[in-house]
């Protein structure tokens, strides 16, 4: 008794439960209809002024999603037919708003319509596939039975936005969904012998083949570099149609967001502002000046130059006319290339990059003036202003780490066309050589098995040969800027203050595209040996666009290598100290004291200063001189002068803004340097000095070379002849 009593109370309970729900389900359906009539007396009441309003109205766009809003949630099958039957109807009451001017609203009905494909319910597929032939159909009728343009665009960009969400595309009820608009078109008995049923076959055939991209990215989608490229892949391949081009650039900011990559997303929309710039100046919607804006540009991002800037059309090359065209506008507006512009001031913004930004102002004043937009204006200037005190206050402290970067080289088959290839992958800020090795380690090991994976830890060329075809390898090497310096930047004292020419973290991290890289080797086959016998191979990489770029990684265009004997290595290792510390001592620069006192310890401390002391002992030693090119001994002579030069000018610097409690430190550098001076005195050959300093002296009475013989006899006790007297 008491079993069935407990089971009579479940079965009650249920039902109530089932009661309850269905009340609540039919007073949710109830209170959908309302909402719907409500909209649709307001629809057809305000219809004329609608009609005369643009379509950018508010009203109409707030009306426009409050309809679409009902297929993005879970209403019921009945709810969701009147939704359907109420947005036809709103289709033939506003074919004006849909079809001219802004895209907005046909690409947001689009874009829903293609994302019910996929539902589990059937009736809301077949209502949506319905919905979606019956838009091409009016697009079809509103051009004069010409073309279904915008709809076919809109489709498209609304699938490729829809890929992220590879559930949704990758369903095979997705597929169905496609075959059925076919099915639709081509029972139209009205529209038989015109041109809508091949547009609409030539609109889902394009969306299949859209669509072959997911099955790719999904294999891709832990691989956030080639997620990447594979994206920027398809961008290229619609460099004949902005808009399907725009898309996949806007996907591509997406995920360097996603990854907190700002500096890529800057560059994603800049080339996105500069493809709209491109076509507003080609139908004429804009009058700035064609060739500075582009110069502009170019000096932002030369990538932009060959990437958007072309001659004629967008996506730097002819407009694919094969493709359909919106042609009336469209998102192609000043407005939204305004608001481009001010997302790619954002992005850079956050990525530190302050340098760019008054550049970017330059194409956004001219806007800004002729609109008499005078707050926007006073915000320019504002943030110009913050940009610049930024600047100010990274230059002083030198606390700002852009990049660094990495040569990372593929070998196998596994990796498919990325076999052989080498790529310069860019990481935020300062990412050890550890942490990118263990990243991709743990990621390709995952892909292809442990088995299947090796790393080269090598910085060598490694033989193919030796490798197993089965395996992939992947070798990692740091890299660094490569940036021509001047010839005559040992004795100025390398670049102006303010940051120009290469002295800046900026200079060395912006628009580069050149790397450098070194590897050891003794004629013995050993990587380090005696100083002597220590040559470098040293290995200079230019990629085929310059960092930053719309990707982090960019493919290896052009490789070069040349040796260093072991006196060039010398002379190399001495010239990078000289020009450091000319950086860090030049004049109207607040000077880095950490940096200063660390780079002054290293060159003349006595506990570390034996690699100075070591090159010239090996290499200037009268002994072992004639050993060695004289024109070589000659330029590591002249570096030394310059090298006791600058130490002594930095010496000089950390005295005067040295406190207190650094006096004892300061006097043990300056201990060091009168030991490193005094054993660097005979071995330096003084009548050479004397020759050097007398020609300079010729052109300027007081150059480098002469002010080092006076500290030199200052410090070691030892008289040199004046060079100017005979």
């Not at 967001?257 to 080339?271: I, Q, R, W």
């Not at 094969?322 to 290339?337: A, K």
């Not at 290839?421 to 292809?448: D, F, N, Q, W």
Request: glycine letters at 6%; charged letters at 25%; aromatic letters at 8%.
């Amino acid at each position: 008794r008491s079993s069935s009593s407990s089971s009579a109370a479940a079965a009650e309970m249920w039902a109530e439960n089932e009661l309850v729900s269905l009340k609540d389900a039919n007073l949710a359906t109830e209170a959908g209809l309302v909402v719907l009539d409500t909209m649709d007396a307001l629809s057809a009441n305000c219809r004329r002024k609608f009609e005369v309003l643009d379509s950018t109205n508010c009203t109409l766009s707030h009306l426009f999603d409050l309809y679409l809003g009902f297929l993005r949630s879970n209403h019921s099958e009945t709810l969701l037919k009147h939704a359907f039957a109420s947005i036809r109807a709103l289709i033939s009451k506003f074919p004006m708003m849909l079809f001219k001017g802004d895209t907005g609203l046909c690409g947001r009905m689009c874009y829903e319509m293609i994302r019910c494909f996929s539902s589990r319910l059937e009736t809301t597929r077949h209502q949506s596939c319905m919905l979606l032939y019956l838009l091409m159909r009016s697009n079809f009728i509103f051009t004069g039975r010409t073309n279904c343009t915008r709809v076919h665009l809109q489709a498209i960009v609304a699938v490729s936005q829809l890929i992220g969400d590879v559930v949704v595309t990758s369903s095979p009820r997705f597929q169905d969904s496609l075959a059925l608009v076919n099915n639709l078109s081509s029972s139209d008995r009205g529209m038989q012998h015109s041109k809508l049923p091949k547009a609409v076959a030539e609109l889902t055939r394009t969306m299949r083949k859209v669509l072959m991209a997911t099955a790719q990215m999904k294999e891709h989608e832990a691989e956030p570099e080639m997620l990447v490229h594979l994206q920027h892949s398809l961008a290229d391949s619609y460099s004949g149609t902005p808009e399907l081009r725009l898309t996949w650039l806007e996907s591509m900011a997406r995920v360097h967001s996603k990854l907190g990559f700002h500096s890529e997303v800057a560059m994603c929309h800049l080339h996105v502002a500069a493809l709209m710039a491109d076509i507003l100046h080609a139908q004429g919607a804009i009058a700035a000046d064609d060739s500075r804006r582009r110069r502009v540009f170019a000096t932002i991002s030369p990538n932009v130059l060959a990437a958007e800037l072309a001659e004629t059309g967008g996506g730097g090359g002819q407009v694919d006319h094969s493709f359909p065209h919106d042609d009336s506008g469209g998102g192609f507006t000043e407005d939204n290339f305004i608001r481009r512009l001010e997302s790619v001031r954002e992005s850079l913004d956050r990525a530190e990059r302050y340098e760019l930004v008054p550049k970017l102002y330059h194409i956004l004043q001219p806007y800004y003036e002729r609109r008499r937009d005078y707050a926007k204006l006073i915000q320019m200037h504002s943030q110009c202003s913050e940009c610049y005190q930024k600047m100010m206050s990274i230059y002083s402290s030198g606390r700002r780490f852009l990049a660094t970067y990495f040569r990372v080289s593929f070998f196998g088959k596994v990796f498919g066309c990325d076999d052989g290839c080498e790529y310069i992958y860019k990481e935020p800020h300062v990412t050890s050589l550890g942490t990118i090795t263990e990243r991709l380690s743990a990621m390709y090991s995952e892909k292809l098995g442990p088995d299947n994976f090796r790393l080269i830890t090598d910085s060598s060329a490694p033989l193919r040969s030796d490798m197993d075809p089965k395996v992939g390898y992947l070798q990692v090497t740091f890299v660094e800027p490569h940036l021509e310096e001047p010839a005559d930047q040992l004795a100025s004292g390398g670049g102006s203050a303010g940051g120009g020419g290469a002295d800046t973290d900026f200079d060395r991290h912006n628009n580069i595209c050149k790397f450098v890289y070194e590897v050891p080797f003794t004629p013995g086959g050993k990587s380090h040996g005696q100083l002597h016998e220590q040559h470098i191979k040293k290995t200079v990489i230019k990629t085929k666009s310059c960092f930053p770029y719309v990707e982090k990684r960019i493919a290896v265009d052009v490789t070069q290598s040349f040796q260093l004997s072991p006196i060039e290595v010398a002379c190399e290792s001495l010239r990078r100290s000289v020009l450091d510390l000319r950086r860090l001592t030049a004049k109207n620069k607040q000077p880095d004291m950490k940096r200063l006192q660390l780079k002054l310890q290293g060159c003349v401390s006595t506990q570390v200063n034996a690699g100075p002391l070591a090159y010239a002992r090996t290499f200037l030693d009268k002994e072992r001189q004639d050993q060695f090119p004289a024109n070589q001994v000659k330029e590591l002579k002249k570096i030394y002068v310059q090298f006791v030069d600058v130490c002594w000018e930095a010496l000089e610097l950390n005295g005067r803004l040295i406190k207190s409690d650094q006096l004892e430190f300061h006097d043990n550098l300056r201990l060091g340097f009168r030991h490193m001076v005094h054993h660097l005195t005979p071995l330096l050959d003084t009548p050479l000095l004397l020759h050097q300093s007398s020609s300079e002296s010729a052109a300027e009475s007081n150059g480098a070379d002469r002010n080092s013989l006076h500290i030199l006899s200052a410090i070691s006790n030892t008289s040199f002849p004046n060079p100017t007297n005979k």
